[in-house]
């Protein structure tokens, strides 16, 4: 996920995202978090 | 551990505060993570709601007859989805902290028709039902966001039963990559 996509989550607020555009390198303001998909099964 | 308690309660806070302000704009959030199919099958205001980051669903084996635990259901697109895998003979149990996000999950379910979606108020810090007692918990961009994360998943994990299933979506950082002043930052004590 960029900076960008996070601008639709509610915690990333306007001056949150200014700061990250600010400080993160633009080469990596593309890929700042990643999603995961984690799956687990309780012993029986 | 008071300086803890007192990070967590701002942490929750936080995005009770945020959470409560989200005005169901987040529709392309919705679009790029599930199937035209899918959104078809989910009333519009949960998909105007949605604020997952993943479509864990798809990874879920979720089978007629069981109960599903979506920990923080949020405008509900998840539990709405799922609740149609399980059919009329199992159920899923919608929990939010937020009274304005279970009403949006128990209204859409309704629209929908469904009447095995149930909403519960509570914190997924303590969630609220009896240990044994869920086959399969869920979760999308939600865990992220708990003061204490370990404390959630032993909570999911009391909670299903022996062989129960858990998937779960979340967002990750690699804190090596981010400036200090971002990782301090109020808003991302959260994730």
Known sequence: ?44 | MTRDLMHSAETKELVRTAYAGVDGSSEAVAHKLYAAAELALVPRTSVEGALGVANHLRHAAIEPGETVLDVGCGAGIDSILAARRTGPTGRVLALDFLPEMLERTGAAAAQAGLDNVEPVEGDMEAIPLPDATVDHVISNGVINLAPRKARVLAECARVLRPGGRLTVSDLTVDEEELPPEILTHPATWAG
């Open chain 1, 1 to 44: 996920m960029g900076v960008e996509d996070l601008e639709l989550y509610p915690l990333f607020t306007p001056d949150l995202l200014e700061l990250m555009r600010q400080l993160i390198p633009s080469d990596r303001q593309d890929a700042v978090g990643i999603a995961v998909v984690v799956r687990a099964r309780l012993p029986e």
